[in-house]
């Protein structure tokens, strides 16, 4: 069992920069795939990026994804030994506003929410123009 807790979110405006935190409890944290996804009102929920629990062969670090509208503005990172995920997000647009959530899977990424195996609650992000 896995259990999540997302922090960080706010209001910001058009330009600038949040930092989200996903605080894992357990001690099998460093075995799961993380993910972050977000859900704007009416809309469904959407892959935002994702890393591996494993480092690359080459020990290069983990594994990230990214949907093509946040690649080059949010940064996706994991410290294990701290039991958390982290997204930072800069040059955020209005159409990043949405509740923005954590979540986790055993074995490797994946951008499916239907995938994942434990959510967090959410935090809400909010850009204004």
């Known amino acids: 069992q896995v259990q999540l807790v997302e922090s960080g979110g706010g209001l910001v405006q058009a330009g600038g920069s949040l930092r989200l935190s996903c605080a894992a409890s357990g001690r099998t944290f460093s075995s799961y795939s993380m993910g972050w996804f977000r859900q704007a009102p009416g809309k469904e929920r959407a892959f935002v990026a994702a890393v591996s629990y494993a480092v690359t062969y080459n020990w290069s670090g983990f594994r990230t994804s990214y949907t093509d509208s946040v690649k080059g503005r949010f940064t996706i990172s994991r410290d294990n030994d701290k039991n958390t995920v982290y997204l930072q997000m800069n040059s955020l647009k209005p159409d990043d506003t949405a509740v923005y959530y954590c979540?986790?899977?055993?074995?490797?990424?994946?951008?499916?929410?239907?995938?994942?195996?434990?959510w967090g609650q959410g935090t809400q992000v909010t850009v204004s123009s």
């Open positions: 979540a986790a899977r055993a074995g490797g990424t994946s951008i499916s929410h239907y995938e994942y195996d434990y």
